[in-house]
């Protein structure tokens, strides 16, 4: 444990391990199968290594949103995860409104079985929770020498190319690929062009919001942090109509059809706000590399690809060129050796979550 | 043959059917093995019926592009694609510097037959050359109840996020999936704000272009088209930091990743400035819906979707909220019963180009 001064707030530092065993312990204490538990606890602290904060420890998610969740009912924790349909390179899974963090493993793992045995596998999850970070599942895959997508729908809140109701959610997608010597590539980018969690960030700043990020309530984009947040109405990927809007508006409806349509489990749009509101389909997809070619001659290729990027000459106030996977390994590197920086406030809220739950709190005084 | 006020300029309109045949001549005489040039042909005018434009017959690509590349020996006509590694589910195809918009069909065809088969299909294609529209082949999946994707790599344009040097093509990703009453789903974007092409369009028009979708030489977003077309240098889709240009940037490397790594070809940023320059590689899926679900199902539940989306109130300054593939559809519909509409430059540029070959031209006075 260690203090470190970002902006004007100190921020606690806590090692990584024992920050999962606390995540698990929560999660068994409130009836999630150990091996589940210890699934799900591994995807969130892997978010806060790899510097995704909104999707881990860091935001509390464990007690804003699995926690709260599972004691409300709404996520199931003991429901297994039933097999659908199956061929030998895909699987229709359903969650049964169970814990997604964990089903989410389950389903990249079986995809990454089936690619072993057959090149391919693709596996569809419906009826699933919020599975936190995306690029989890996808950098599973590269270990094993395959290239790994990941994929989730959620909740309407981006509004369409010329439209003023929302129709998808930020319906992230996350592609792995497996380096050499260099950071392993890491694609993870939602489809609109902000989350609304740093919309939330940008906001408490106090200051505007780009243009182009969120809209009023009648859809026309605005730099007022207050109407974006009351609205909730974020933009594509791409903004306008001028800057291509209707390109990342696709690409969150591609989301849709694999997460939501071919997994039966229904789009974005199709969520009713009754009580499985929050459930989720998902998309899992892993391909082995040496189907193509000799796999260390893919992995030569990615460093030689990012070896040139890297020697491109930045933009101004730019120190480097980085590539998609540089700046979570960065902070993975750094974070695992010198631990999770964490708010005093959000260190207050996992003690009180401890406190609540019936688990012991030992990471800080 | 009819014509068409569009602007300041009168359109000719033209029969497809009778233009298909003709760019299918042209490509035979010039040696193109008559089941290829029919392919070709078939790829171009579907650019043309579908309202890409910059790809088809409507902007002569057919005389700019690949009629060019045989006559200085680039592109090689009778090429064989030949396999150079192959599972059930999974093929590297070598298109030997041939035409990449028939080695396109017969690579997405290879998909489908693997998908009917083994319920996936995936196929890479190592140096091919510029393929055409990318939605001609992720559609060709959608009639047999399958998902469809393609995608390609071409010459480095698009900057990176914090860079001055373009590192990645405008790479485009399609994806086609099919519907039941309502138009199929149709994406296809290239991963930079705007193509070249159209920014040229825009430039002679002689107005302002938008901010965000060009850089001048030193990487700085430029409004002054001049500047923009001098430089070569567009941004990635997301334009800025601020509105997630990393998103755009990274979308532009999987393409790479898959396009240009995994079938060996080189990335954008590796294809040497040689002889061979102009090469690229292509990626293919085909994913048989019915591995997961029902095509009923999964079409009727693609219908209620659109469906919902098109109930959605419009912006001002619209008239009706669309989906990926509904501007295709309507333009596909008109265009099949009224024509290609060309400019007449471009019929002369036709005629001239029939001329020069040594086919007839008939398709107007």
New interface residues.
């Given amino acids: 444990m260690a203090s470190e001064g970002q902006g004007s707030e100190d921020r606690i530092r806590v090692d990584s391990g024992g920050l999962r065993t606390f995540a698990a312990d929560v999660l068994t204490k409130l009836g999630v199968p150990p091996e589940d538990a210890t699934m799900a606890a591994d995807v969130l602290v892997y978010a806060d290594l790899r510097g995704v904060e909104t999707h881990g420890m860091s935001n509390n998610n464990l007690g804003r949103i699995y926690v709260r969740d599972i004691q409300s009912g709404k996520i199931k924790p003991t429901a297994p995860l039933t097999v659908v ?1 199956e ?4 699987a ?1 899974l359903d969650a049964n409104l169970g814990l997604g963090l964990s089903a989410g493993v389950r389903a990249m793992n079986m995809a990454i079985e089936k690619a072993r045995d ?3 596998g ?1 596996v ?1 999850v419906k009826n699933s929770h919020h599975f936190g970070a995306a690029q989890y599942f996808s950098m599973m895959a590269v270990p094993h020498g395959m ?1 790994g997508i990941s994929s989730t729908n959620s909740n309407p809140i981006v ?7 929302p ?1 998808y959610g930020t319906n992230p ?1 996350s ?1 792995g ?1 497996p380096s050499g010597g260099e950071p392993d ?1 890491c ?1 993870d ?3 609109s ?2 989350v609304f969690q740093k919309l939330i960030l940008t906001t408490r700043l106090g200051t505007e919001i ?1 243009l ?2 969120a809209a009023d309530d ?3 984009p605005t730099s007022d942090p207050s109407v974006a947040v009351e609205a909730r109405k974020l933009l594509p ?4 109509p ?3 809007s ?6 969150g ?2 989301v ?3 997460c ?5 489990h ?2 974005s ?2 969520m009713d706000a009754g009580e499985n509101y929050g459930s989720v389909g998902h998309f899992f997809c892993a ?1 082995r ?1 040496d ?3 000799p796999l260390d ?2 992995q030569g ?2 460093d ?2 990012f070896d ?2 890297h020697k ?7 120190d ?5 996977g540089d700046p979570e390994h960065a902070k993975e590197q750094e974070r695992r050796s010198r631990g999770i920086p964490l708010l005093p406030a959000v260190v207050d809220e996992l003690k009180e979550l401890a406190d609540d739950v019936g688990v012991a709190w030992t990471l800080t005084g």
Same sequence: chains 1, 2.
Avoid: N
């Avoid at 061929?87 to 895909?90: E, Y």
């Avoid at 990927?237 to 306008?240: A, E, P, R, V």
């Avoid at 209707?246 to 690409?251: E, F, M, R, V």
């Avoid at 939501?260 to 039966?264: A, D, Q």
């Fill in positions: 349909r061929t030998p390179v895909t229709l057959s090149f391919i693709m569809a290239i509004l369409p190319t010329g439209g003023r109701e129709v997608i592609v690929a590539f694609l980018v939602g489809t062009a902000m780009p182009g990020v009648e859809g026309v990927l791409g903004s306008t001028e800057l291509g209707h390109k990342g508006y696709g690409l409806m591609l849709d059809v694999l939501g349509i071919l997994s039966g229904g789009a749009i199709q391909i590399v189907a193509f070619r001659e893919f290729q990615m030689d690809m040139r990027v491109t000459e930045p933009a101004r106030g730019f480097r060129v980085m590539v998609a």
